[in-house]
């Protein structure tokens, strides 16, 4: 399990799959939006004031 903690990149990719390796090769945080349409941007505002970079990426 990650914590997400301040000053922290978090990446976030479009499959489970995909936030699975980014979290296991490149040992980076990551968390998965379940697909394109589908991620809510309720998570993101409970970090607020936390200073926390959010990458959105696409793994192709």
């Given at each position: 399990?990650?914590?997400?903690?301040?000053?922290?990149?978090?990446?976030i990719?479009?499959?489970?799959?995909?936030?699975?390796?980014?979290?296991?090769?490149?040992?980076?945080?990551a968390?998965?939006?379940?697909?394109?349409?589908?991620?809510?941007a309720?998570?993101?505002?409970?970090?607020?004031?936390?200073?926390?970079?959010?990458?959105?990426i696409?793994?192709?």
């Open positions: 399990m990650q914590t997400i903690l301040k000053g922290d990149r978090v990446y990719a479009e499959g489970i799959f995909d936030a699975i390796a980014l979290i296991a090769v490149l040992k980076v945080k968390i998965n939006a379940m697909s394109t349409g589908n991620f809510s309720k998570f993101i505002d409970q970090y607020q004031n936390k200073d926390i970079i959010w990458h959105l696409m793994v192709v």
